[in-house]
């Protein structure tokens, strides 16, 4: 995603907002690094929209204090997923 990087960082955290949306997700879905979100939706958006930059702070806290759930999520699912002992 091209062009002014302060419109960039409102369409970040307007998208990350709507959806609850992680910074790694956000960045796959936009095309961008995780650090160029990160660094849009907590700089950039500050100096810009100080109203919006909290509303995403607080899905960047919940996300934050959500992720070791995700992680246990994931690592159960992988071991579910694949058979523990194969057969020739």
């Known amino acids: 995603m091209k062009g ?10 307007e998208y990350m907002i709507r ?3 992680t910074v ?3 960045a796959d879905v936009f095309g961008v690094s995780k650090s160029t979100v990160h660094k849009d939706v907590t700089v950039r958006l500050r100096r ?3 109203g ?5 702070s ?3 806290h919940k996300n934050k204090a959500e992720r070791h759930l995700r ?3 994931a690592t159960r699912h992988k071991y579910h997923s ?3 002992n194969p057969k020739p």
């Open 4 to 13: 002014n990087p302060e419109e960039r960082a409102a369409a970040l955290a």
């Open 19 to 21: 959806t609850g949306k």
């Open 24 to 26: 790694r997700a956000t």
């Open 48 to 50: 810009v929209d100080v």
């Open 52 to 56: 919006l930059w909290r509303q995403v």
């Open 58 to 60: 607080e899905v960047l």
């Open 71 to 73: 992680g246990g999520e």
């Open 82 to 84: 694949t058979p523990t």
